[in-house]
Nanobody
Framework: QVQVGESGGGLVQAGGARRLSCAAAGRAVSKDAMAWFRQAPGKERQFVASISWSASNTYYADSVKGRFTISRDNAKNTAYLQMNSLQPEDTAVYYC????????????????WGQGTQVTVSS
């Protein structure tokens, strides 16, 4: 089993930045791919970014490419999502997820999830 927990959400003004953290515990999570998803009210959960266990591979949704950066520190079993140039359309609950394999962008492919952290961007 893998336990995942997000932190770092909050209220930020448009154009601002925020860093989310995702702490994982359980089996050897350092070998898991990690990903961030987000879900706005009334919308489906949407892929944001993913990172392989070695951090050698990352992948981003077009909507965040160039603004968001995913990273990880395996010594701390923690993944991060640095979000810059935030816009009101980035407002959502942000979820962290873990998977033993890398390359998945469908939420259904991730067996381990955190509870989510709310990010609200005001205009």
């Amino acid at each position: 089993q893998v336990q995942v927990g997000e932190s770092g959400g909050g209220l930020v003004q448009a154009g601002g930045a925020r860093r989310l953290s995702c702490a994982a515990a359980g089996r050897a999570v350092s070998k898991d791919a990690m990903a961030w998803f987000r879900q706005a009210p009334g919308k489906e959960r949407q892929f944001v970014a993913s990172i392989s266990w070695s951090a050698s591979n990352t992948y981003y949704a077009d909507s965040v490419k160039g603004r968001f950066t995913i990273s990880r520190d395996n010594a701390k079993n923690t993944a991060y999502l640095q979000m810059n140039s935030l816009q009101p359309e980035d407002t959502a609950v942000y979820y962290c997820a873990a998977n033993s394999g890398y390359g998945y962008i469908q939420a259904a492919s991730y067996p381990y999830w955190g509870q989510g952290t709310q990010v609200t961007v005001s205009s």
